[in-house]
């Protein structure tokens, strides 16, 4: 043994291997190289989220310890709770409806031929800021139709099938035979008698704001058997011109003026009033009063208040899909590339509607495109904060809050930087689920 160990020579002793990783990389130059990330994620990250926990058990001053108390005010606060209900609100429609109309809109572009430029059109929002949305939006919802695109159409829409009036704010002046009848109508004093002719003159409505139809009114003349009248807008320009309860030359007609003959609180009779004013009623009216319903007088339909306590919330999901659809139809779009063209032609030709595909084929192949992109936003819609705090106008700020605006407000206008942390952690505790499943299902998708 020992002469062949001699004769062999002695074996030298094997050199320490250098620990590598996965790649070939040496672990050590690996790590310098993470070191500049690690520094930044623990900086922008880690220390944060720390002194946030930290921070979300002391009082106001930051010297006295909380315990739970900010936790507490998480359910006890009314404002916390209105911005607890309205998160709920958008992580339940706002995923969902933008999710349902990027499928709709992916499925619907693979089978025209401007499908690419309607993806643009779609996509293009995701180009402008949260900022800029929020003001276009805080335009596009404003009151007034002459300036709100959303109201001049529902407004245009509304006054096609019901008709405005043109004298919301006619009256009867000083000395007028008529008198108020309630419920914004007009009635005259005294009963009217066949051959008896009638003025009904009422003020309140500016010239160069009549109906373009509108004529010079024409005094009433008596005829037998029936009664007339006249009701105009009893108002010539110039001071001290005109005759008080007298048609003047320059005093225009109420064209289109409905008048009612009332008896025994019956309607006995009606008319409309012509171009000129004028307007005649059966002998049936004898011994009625006539009336002027308050159709007549009734305001102008302006809309509906988008940014209302009851509508405000609605109206700001509105814009938040308006801007996000286009994202979740191009990520579908990407997935139903991806489907096998021969599953769905083989449920074609055995006999499968298109309705039937799209339920049964379509759908269920894209089902984890869809949950990656469902669960996307709602961990976008979690942290809302850009629209709500721009679209929505101080009167009905607190009925649109959500927690990340709370969170704003608690730790800079109200000066509790406690409860904003305790916000801040509460959260990052919402978030955290949706993560782990959004990263559980891609690491799925991954071993597939």
Excluded: C
């Amino acid at each position: 043994m020992t002469s062949a160990t001699a004769a062999g020579g002695a074996k030298p002793p094997a050199a320490p291997k250098s620990r590598k990783s996965v790649t070939g990389t040496r672990r050590m130059v690996a790590a310098l190289f993470l070191l500049p990330a690690l520094v930044l994620l623990g900086a922008l990250v880690v220390y944060p989220i720390g002194y946030s926990v930290v921070r979300s058990f002391y009082d106001q001053s930051g010297d006295g310890f909380a315990g739970i108390d900010n936790y507490k005010a998480l359910f006890t606060d009314e404002g916390i709770r209105t911005a607890l209900k309205n998160n709920i609100i958008w992580v339940v429609f706002a995923p969902t409806i933008a999710t349902a109309l990027g499928l709709i809109f992916a499925v619907l572009t693979e089978r025209v031929r401007w499908g690419t430029a309607f993806k643009l059109v779609v996509f293009m929002p995701m180009a402008i800021s949260m900022l800029a949305a929020g003001i276009i939006f805080r335009l596009v919802y404003d009151q007034d139709p002459d300036k709100g695109v959303a109201n001049a159409v529902w407004v245009g829409v509304h006054d096609t099938f019901v008709q405005s009036s043109a004298f919301p704010k006619a009256h009867p002046g000083r000395q007028s035979p008529l008198e108020p009848a309630g419920g914004g109508a007009f009635i005259t004093k005294t009963p009217v008698s066949a051959g008896e002719a009638v003025s009904l003159p009422l003020v309140g409505v500016a010239p160069d704001q009549m109906p373009d139809d509108a004529k010079p009114a024409v005094a009433p003349k008596p005829e037998p058997d029936e009664i007339t009248g006249t009701t105009w807008q009893d108002f010539t320009r110039g001071q001290g011109v005109g005759k008080l309860n007298g048609v003047d030359p320059s005093e225009l007609g109420y064209a289109g003026m409905r008048i009612e003959a009332v008896k025994d609180g019956k309607v006995v009779a009606s008319t409309t009033a012509g171009d000129d004013g004028t307007f005649t009623l059966p002998a049936s009216a004898d011994g009625a009063q006539l009336r002027l319903p308050a159709s007549n007088f009734k305001e102008p339909y302006n809309g509906l208040d988008w940014l209302g306590p009851s509508l405000v919330t609605p109206s700001i999901i509105g814009s938040y899909i308006w801007m996000w659809a286009g994202f979740a139809m191009v990520l579908i779009a990407a997935g139903l590339a991806s489907v096998p063209r021969e599953l769905l032609e083989a449920a074609r030709v055995d006999g499968a509607s298109e309705w039937q595909v799209f339920r049964r084929v379509t759908v269920p192949l894209l089902a984890p495109v869809l949950a990656v992109v469902t669960v996307t936003l709602m961990i976008n819609v979690l942290k809302i904060f850009d629209l709500v705090f721009i679209i929505a106008p101080g009167s009905s700020q607190d009925d649109a809050n959500v927690l990340a605006l709370e969170l704003y407000r608690k730790g800079f206008s109200e000066d509790q930087p406690g409860i904003a942390s305790a916000i801040s952690v509460f959260l990052l505790l919402l978030v955290i689920p949706v993560m782990w499943f959004n990263v559980r299902r891609l690491r799925r998708e991954v071993r597939r």
